[in-house]
């Protein structure tokens, strides 16, 4: 006999002794119909129950009227900027052979004549307030007592200010202010034109640098030491993300960076980040955590980073039983063989999944034989789906794994769990949460909406699947 003929004599020991092991085996099977055997079963062991952590970012925004504000600021400017009475020289001229050169008594007022108005661009506030002016001027002795005029005119004070947070969480302003003349005043004498502004705007810059000083003093009323102080606090509040099943999310802020003034038409914001951990349990509210004082600013930053969290989709073993058993069903059937029972259990990070099997006619409630299959659980993040890989089965029955085996190869290619109802659901209910007033005069918006996966765990009561979920978290104060 040659080499091939042997080999093919070989190969075809082997596939009878395969036959022969299968047949054996189902005979056994229908051997075991009174009472199931468990052989080779791999221990329970569930992964440990432990809170979900990763670093993540809130805003805090704190928005003030600007109307309010200008009121503030207006009840300490009073209505009389400036009085002006001074003696000037308003005659210089030649009348026939004599030079006339006289004085002129000019005294009158400037007055704030409406109120103050602000407004916001980007991240500068913008104020103004009109002004009006009234001066007369006279001769001053007997001889050019019947020299006289008076004038009227108007004006703006115009502010441009950028608030400025420092380290020490002090605001200040950088001012940049002025005024201009509609037209302005003259005084007329004798048909000579006698500028007077140069007499009402000393007064008027000196009150402008009083203005400047109370409208410091009203910004600085509006204390975002003492309300970041609270943000701060209500930070560490847990919130219950999900009530059915029971997930909190606990944060320890840990920074806080200043992230801008910003204006509107009505409104000045400002806005800082904090930064920490964002801790998500599955159960119990967790242990409330001691809130820290508020720390010093840390380096500005251009605007809030995102705020993340995880979110933890529990799929639970009896869900996956039955589907398992669908899914077994609606196989094509083995010769001679049935699945029973199924038993789906963690042990070590792996999957392990029970089947109870028996012959065809092994149909008592004990019937058949205990055989594992242990495997891996791979998530499709894009499609949402849970599958098994890597099924191996457990056994030193070599006429039993044969008949296992096809099993196991239909479980791993055609099983899978859709979770995206599950993590839809998550996520609807956690928004819900994150909408909420808090004490103060604050309250919380957020919103999540980007995801991905980050990682799978397999504790006692089911497949967690978590979720990194991407958003914005807000505590806002007079908004």
Sequence with gaps: MNSVSIIS?????????????????VLGLFGFCSAAKAADK??????????????????????FGLPALAADIERDIPRRLASIDE???????????????????????????????LYGRGDRVYGSVPIDGALEGQGANRFTARIHGETEASATIEASVRPRLDRDWSLDLDFSDGFRWSEPPVLRVMGREIPLAKYAEPRIRS??????SRALAAVRRLDLHDKAATAWRHAFEPIELSDSPAIWLQMVPQGVAFAGMQAGSRTLRGSIELSGTAQTVIGQNPPAVTATELPPLGESVN???TFDVILPVRIGYDV?????????????????????DIDIYPSSGKLVVGLRVAGTAGTGPDAGQWVYLTGAVQVDADGRMIRLSSLDVITNDEGLSALVNPIAAQLASKFNVDYGV?????????NAKLDRPLKDGFRMEGHLASAGLAGVSLPADGVV?????????????GL
């Design 465 to 477: 699947i978590a979720v990194r979920a991407s958003g914005e978290l807000k505590i806002l104060y």
């Design 42 to 63: 791999p221990p329970l062991a569930p992964d440990a129950s432990v809170p979900f952590s990763t670093n993540s970012r809130l805003s805090a925004s704190l928005e």
């Design 320 to 340: 996956l039983k039955d589907r398992l058993m669908q899914a077994i069903q609606a196989m094509p059937p083995v010769a001679g063989l049935a699945v029973r």
């Design 303 to 305: 605007s809030p980073g």
């Design 87 to 117: 003696r000037i020289s308003c005659v210089h001229r030649r009348v026939l052979f004599w030079k006339v050169n006289a004085n002129c008594d000019v005294w009158g007022y400037v007055e704030r004549s409406g109120p103050v108005s």
């Design 9 to 25: 004599f070989q190969r075809g020991q082997s596939a009878a002794r395969r036959s022969a092991l299968a047949t054996l085996a």
């Design 422 to 430: 599950a993590y839809d659901n998550l996520l609807s209910a956690a």
């Design 207 to 212: 009150e402008l640098g009083a203005v400047r």
